[in-house]
């Protein structure tokens, strides 16, 4: 019989995805920085996250960074999420587990063939067809590492912070212009890969999921307000995977 309650954790590049399970219900999903140690973490997490972690109900973890997995491995609760397990086709031996659960998630709830457009420190594609093959993707840097790579890497361009509102393409000032810049060059990219993707699975869903899920999404309904409504928006897809994860092994 399967746990009651359960607690799932996305160790990401930039941050940690929590997300807390009740008889088979998403309860309650938290974002933390990320930590070098369990003292450390006792500082970042709330009253209540604490408490489901000492009350240790088992813990379900997939990481893109090794290094930091290894802080979670002393507790009797830990559940590393094996990859092999999950049942799609033609995984390559260097994709990121966030991509395999985040399609998996994607494709058992709403169905196969789907698009999964994951933002968050990366912005990725990865597609599969009706018989849960990996058809293939790509990857990109997302809104903020763009924004941060041309304050970080150029001389005088300034550091520009995520908005929600939407700017003008035409811009007239330099804050303004790397917003545009930004924004308009990664909406055109999810549309035309979206696109194509479309042409090839007329019947497929797409999804955007990831912590920017929400941001792309009031982008895309001011940039492309006649193209919107082709896009599913859920945050939690990787979540479900897990969910789903722990009925297959």
């Known amino acids: 019989m399967k746990e009651k309650c359960w607690l799932g954790l996305m160790i990401g590049n930039s941050r940690l995805h929590w997300s807390y399970f009740e008889d088979n ?5 938290w974002n933390t920085s990320q930590v070098t140690s369990l003292t ?44 092999n397990l999950i ?36 912005l990725t594609f990865t597609g599969a067809d009706k018989q849960q093959n990996i058809i293939g993707g790509a990857i990109l840097p997302g809104v903020r590492l763009q924004l941060k790579s041309l304050f970080f890497n150029t001389a005088s361009l300034p550091d520009i912070e995520v908005i929600t509102g939407i700017v ?62 082709r896009f599913i928006v859920d945050s939690d897809l990787i979540f479900f995977a897990m969910d789903s994860y722990r009925h297959l092994i």
Request: with cysteine; net charge positive; hydrophobic share 40%.
């Open 87 to 122: 049942p799609l086709k033609n995984v390559y031996p260097t994709m990121g587990i966030d991509r395999i659960l985040a399609l998996w998630g994607g494709g058992c709830k709403y169905g196969f063939p789907c698009l999964v457009i994951d933002s968050g420190t990366a």
């Open 168 to 229: 003008s393409r035409w811009a007239n000032n330099t804050f303004c212009a790397i917003q545009s810049g930004v924004i308009y060059t990664i909406m055109a990219g999810i549309k035309d890969f979206a696109q194509d993707w479309l042409e090839q699975y007329p019947d497929s869903k797409v999804i955007l999921t990831g912590g920017d899920a929400l941001l792309l999404s009031t982008y895309m309904k001011n940039v492309y307000p006649q193209f919107c409504d």
């Open 25 to 29: 219900e998403l309860k309650r999903t």
């Open 40 to 83: 450390e973490l006792r500082h970042v997490i709330d009253e209540q996250l604490k408490c489901c972690l000492l009350s240790k109900i088992p813990l379900y973890i997939a990481s893109v960074v090794p290094s930091a997995t290894r802080i979670y491995l002393p507790l009797q609760q830990t559940r590393i999420i094996n990859s």
